[in-house]
């Protein structure tokens, strides 16, 4: 199984980047998956998840809005739409995959970093 994220990188405030995750190892379809951040010296924290078989999502308060996170079955991709970043959306983001939609993340990205000025 992989997660291969990309679309990091360095942005002003009020700027936008888009995520992507490509997905490879098992079926994409009716699978759970989502992002994550961590800031140095902070927890890791869910950002949003997408259930791929419907496309419903869930966002955490502190991007619900400006972030949109999709899916592209013909590419087994999961995208994160940043828009109006903050200096505070500053951290390392991780995509994830649960499988069973169960709560609990089986794989993990190597992670991109975002950082905004």
């Known amino acids: 199984v992989q997660l291969v994220e990309s679309g990091g990188g360095s942005v002003q405030a009020g700027g936008t980047l888009r995520l992507s995750c490509a997905h490879s190892?098992?079926?994409?379809?009716?699978?759970?998956m989502g992002w994550f951040r961590q800031a140095p010296g902070k927890e890791r924290e869910g950002v949003a998840s997408i259930y791929t078989g419907d496309g419903s999502t869930y966002y955490a308060d502190s991007v619900k809005v400006r972030f949109v996170v999709s899916r592209d079955y013909a590419k087994s991709t999961v995208y994160l739409q940043m828009n109006s970043l903050k200096p505070d959306d500053t951290a390392m983001y991780y995509c994830?995959?649960?499988?069973?939609?169960?709560?609990?993340?089986?794989?993990w990205g190597q992670g991109t970093q975002v950082t905004v000025s």
């Open positions: 190892g098992y079926s994409f379809r009716s699978n759970c």
């Open positions: 994830a995959a649960d499988p069973m939609c169960s709560g609990h993340v089986s794989y």
